[in-house]
Structures are given as structure tokens and as C-alpha cells.
């Protein structure tokens, strides 16, 4: 069975430093990976995606993240935080090789300190 | 535009009523879905249609029933509630023949029994 977890509930970070919200994954197949951002009483928005290819994905506002097979990690990066990042982060995987829904990890909450 | 949009926004209700939540997708999507965000904000999906058929039902109770009557719009209507139906509702659309596409979502329906 397919799975993702955030391990960390919330990640506090400086303006202007750099940030990371870590996920790990599971799947019996290929996965394909989601980062989605929800802001406060506003549906989830895409940010970026890994099917296949670079294992460094760049996305929206400034978002990347990397895929790591090995450590079977799909973490998300910015190098330098805005406080408007400050929001909900979610993880998610499909496991590529079935026809199947795609799961949501529990959510990271990240904050940017001014 | 609105590209996915859900109504109500809010709805409260006292126990035992039946309620519906409509929602509609203007991207010309084939697949939508209904997602259920609880008060930590776990998201779990609930079902998922392709071009009017069922395709995803999770375990739901019976009290709830999706309706779609064409693939731009994806109903939810739900009888008899009850307390722990207190949540934030979702609805959702990707294009289905890209297992890697993103899910769009709307900006949810915010449920409250009383």
C-alpha cells in the first residue's frame, strides 16, 4: 500500500533563510510526487511535481524540490523565505504504476518569522 | 474565472437534516472528486468520478451520495447528518487520462452540525 509522511507538524524559519519541509514516501511502483500549498480557508494549490527525469523539480513562487530514490524522500526547498510562504504544506503520492487515488500526507504547517 | 467552484461556502445545519453541496469545473476536466479535510486538517478522499462514473469510493457511509449529472459537475448530498460530519469539503477535478496531472481544487464548504 501507498504512503507519505511530513514528519514534522510545524517548521519555523527566518525570512530571508533558507527552508525545507521533509517528506518520505512508499509505494510498490513508480511514484509520482505532489507538493500542494493551502493557505488559510482556501482550497490546496499545486506547486510543482516529480514524474520522471531531473530529481531536482522547480515549481511555483520560487519552490523546488528533490527526489531522492534511495532515501525515498521528495523534500521541498526555497533558498530564501518570504513571509507569504507562511502556510499549510502537503506532500502527495500516486503510485504510478496502478490506476489508483493519489494520498495526502497530514500537512506541515510552515511558518516565516519577519 | 473560478475553476472550480462549490456551493455553499458555508453551511450550518442541525443534526439529522439532509444537505446538498454542489460543484462545478470549467477546465474541461474528466475527473473530479470530493475530499474531506477534518479539524487537523488531514485530507482523505472520499470519491472520485471519470466522465459521470464512479470510479473511487472510499469508505463513506451510505448517508453520503455523490451525483454527477454531466463531467463538469460533481454533487454531494448527504442525509441525515450527524456531528462528526463537522469538516471542510472539497471538491476537486484532473484530467484523467494523465494519472500524473494535478488535482485542482475548490475553496471547500465549511460544514457545521449543530
Known amino acids: 500500500a501507498q504512503s507519505v509522511a511530513q514528519p514534522e507538524d510545524q517548521v519555523n524559519v527566518a525570512e530571508g533563510n533558507p527552508l525545507t519541509v521533509k517528506c518520505t514516501y512508499s509505494v510498490s511502483g513508480n511514484p509520482y510526487l505532489f507538493w500542494y500549498v493551502q493557505y488559510p480557508n482556501r482550497g490546496l494549490q499545486f506547486l510543482l511535481k516529480?514524474?520522471?527525469?531531473?530529481?531536482l523539480v522547480k515549481g511555483s513562487y520560487g519552490f523546488e524540490a528533490e527526489f531522492n530514490k534511495s532515501q525515498t524522500s521528495f523534500h521541498l526547498k526555497k533558498p530564501s523565505a518570504l513571509v507569504s510562504d507562511s502556510a499549510l504544506y502537503f506532500c502527495?503520492?500516486?503510485?504510478?504504476?496502478?490506476?489508483?487515488?493519489?494520498?495526502f500526507g497530514k500537512g506541515t504547517r510552515l511558518h516565516i518569522l519577519p | 474565472d473560478t475553476a472550480v467552484s462549490q456551493t455553499p461556502k458555508y453551511l450550518v445545519t442541525q443534526m439529522g437534516n439532509d444537505k446538498s453541496i454542489k460543484c462545478e469545473q470549467n477546465l474541461g476536466h474528466d475527473t473530479m472528486y470530493w475530499y474531506k479535510q477534518d479539524s487537523k486538517k488531514f485530507l482523505k478522499i472520499m470519491f472520485s468520478y471519470n466522465n459521470k462514473e464512479l470510479i473511487i469510493n472510499e469508505t463513506v457511509p451510505n448517508r453520503f451520495s455523490p451525483k454527477s449529472p454531466d463531467k463538469a459537475h460533481l454533487n454531494l448530498h448527504i442525509n441525515s447528518l450527524e456531528l462528526g460530519d463537522s469538516a471542510v469539503y472539497f471538491c476537486?477535478?484532473?484530467?484523467?487520462?494523465?494519472?500524473?496531472?494535478?488535482?485542482?481544487f475548490g475553496d471547500g464548504t465549511r460544514l457545521s452540525i449543530l
Open positions: 516529480y514524474i520522471t527525469g531531473d530529481n
Open positions: 502527495a503520492v500516486r503510485d504510478g504504476n496502478r490506476d489508483d487515488k493519489i494520498i
Open positions: 476537486a477535478s484532473s484530467q484523467y487520462r494523465g494519472f500524473n496531472q494535478p488535482q485542482h
